[in-house]
T-cell receptor, first 113, second 113 residues
Framework: ETGVTQSPTHLIKTRGQQVTLRCSSQSGHNTVSWYQQALGQGPQFIFQYYREEENGRGNFPPRFSGLQFPNYSSELNVNALELDDSALYLC????????????FGQGTRLTVV | GENVEQHPSTLSVQEGDSAVIKCTYSDSASNYFPWYKQELGKGPQLIIDIRSNVGEKKDQRIAVTLNKTAKHFSLHITETQPEDSAVYFCAAIFTGTASKLTFGTGTRLQVTL
């Protein structure tokens, strides 16, 4: 067990709706990264938060947004859901965020219908 | 741009044999290379990593080698067991991208009895 927990584990949403996914980082970790993993592919970086500030963003549109809270937990918000947003969303926590081990949660499986 | 190529995409070995998975990366300044194991329905699990100041690292039955000149690194699993069956991902952190992990496309390892 990595100590990184995500909720919910599964979610079904309708196209056009909004969704919020949550992540609790491992104790002592101050950096949270979010990844999208489509079926049969490797995880793709969405963005990273370090001490409540966005610290890097991948090639995802603005309707993907996030937050990090003072306790270093984090949220991923996706607006105007599209069918292609169906994927496993992974949260990874690490310490300091620079070239250190990243530990993943079990993911949230989002299905958009 | 940032790129990690991984081969093979599938690998089948008999129990007790060795398995080797290879990755190449594009940024010669990359200095951190982790390997993750992902079982069905779970998040990626960090199994071993290597930094650019070493050429080889071993942890029981698994080892990773790094050739910075050729920009490739490999995962070696010896004495494979059925529980080694999973999808394995290599990854790299590219310079100037904080701790964003760029993943390979994955190798599905099947260990048969």
């Amino acid at each position: 067990e990595t100590g990184v927990t995500q909720s919910p584990t599964h979610l079904i949403k309708t196209r056009g709706q909004q969704v919020t996914l949550r992540c609790s980082s491992q104790s002592g970790h101050n950096t949270v990264s979010w990844y999208q993993q489509a079926l049969g592919q490797g995880p793709q970086f969405i963005f990273q938060y370090y001490r409540e500030e966005e610290n890097g963003r991948g090639n995802f549109p603005p309707r993907f947004s996030g937050l990090q809270f003072p306790n270093y937990s984090s949220e991923l918000n996706v607006n105007a859901l599209e069918l292609d947003d169906s994927a496993l969303y992974l949260c990874a926590s690490s310490l300091t965020g620079i070239d250190t081990e990243a530990f993943f949660g079990q993911g949230t499986r989002l299905t958009v219908v | 741009g940032e790129n990690v190529e991984q081969h093979p995409s599938t690998l089948s070995v008999q129990e007790g044999d060795s398995a080797v998975i290879k990755c190449t990366y594009s940024d010669s300044a990359s200095n951190y290379f982790p390997w993750y194991k992902q079982e069905l329905g779970k998040g990626p699990q960090l199994i071993i990593d290597i930094r650019s100041n070493v050429g080889e690292k071993k942890d029981q039955r698994i080892a990773v080698t790094l050739n910075k000149t050729a920009k490739h690194f490999s995962l070696h699993i010896t004495e494979t067991q059925p529980e080694d069956s999973a999808v394995y991902f290599c990854a790299a952190i590219f310079t100037g991208t904080a701790s964003k992990l760029t993943f390979g496309t994955g190798t599905r390892l099947q260990v048969t009895l």
